[in-house]
C-alpha cells in the first residue's frame, strides 16, 4: 500500500509540472497552445485515475482505473517527446518530465501486475 500513496503523491506533484510546462507553451505558439492543451488532458488524468483508483469497489475497478492512468501516462509520453523533438519548448525542461513519465509509467504498471496477482 505504501506503493500506492507514493504514486498518489508524485502524479499529483507530475501534473503540478505539467500545468507549469502547458501554461509555458500556450504562451509560445499556436502550435504551442495546441499541444498545451493535448498535454495538459493527458498529463494531469493520470493522477486523477490514481486517486480514483485508491477509492475503488473492487480489484477490478482497482485496475481498471490504474490502467487508464497507464494508458494517459503513455500518452503524456508522447506529447512530451513530440514537442521535445519539435523543438517546441527548451529540451531542458522536457527531459525531466519524460523521464519522470516513464518512471511513473513502470511504477503503475507494476502496481496493476501486483493487483492482478493478488487476486
Avoid at 25 to 36: E, K, W
Avoid at 73 to 92: F, H, I, S
Avoid at 99 to 108: L, T
Wanted: charged content about 30%; glycine content about 6%; overall charge positive.
Amino acid at each position: 500500500m505504501a506503493q500506492n500513496r507514493d504514486i498518489v503523491k508524485r502524479t499529483f506533484e507530475f501534473a503540478v509540472q505539467i500545468i507549469e510546462l502547458a501554461g509555458e507553451l500556450s504562451r509560445i505558439s499556436p502550435s504551442g497552445r495546441t499541444l498545451s492543451s493535448q498535454i495538459l488532458r493527458s498529463g494531469t488524468s493520470i493522477g486523477a485515475n490514481v486517486e480514483e483508483g485508491q477509492a475503488a469497489e473492487s480489484k477490478a475497478d482497482f485496475a481498471h482505473k490504474y490502467n487508464l492512468a497507464l494508458k494517459e501516462a503513455r500518452e503524456t509520453k508522447y506529447w512530451l517527446k513530440l514537442v521535445n523533438a519539435a523543438k517546441v519548448a527548451r529540451p531542458a525542461n522536457l527531459d525531466g518530465l519524460i523521464k519522470e513519465c516513464d518512471e511513473i509509467s513502470k511504477i503503475i504498471a507494476q502496481i496493476i501486475i501486483n493487483a492482478r496477482k493478488a487476486k
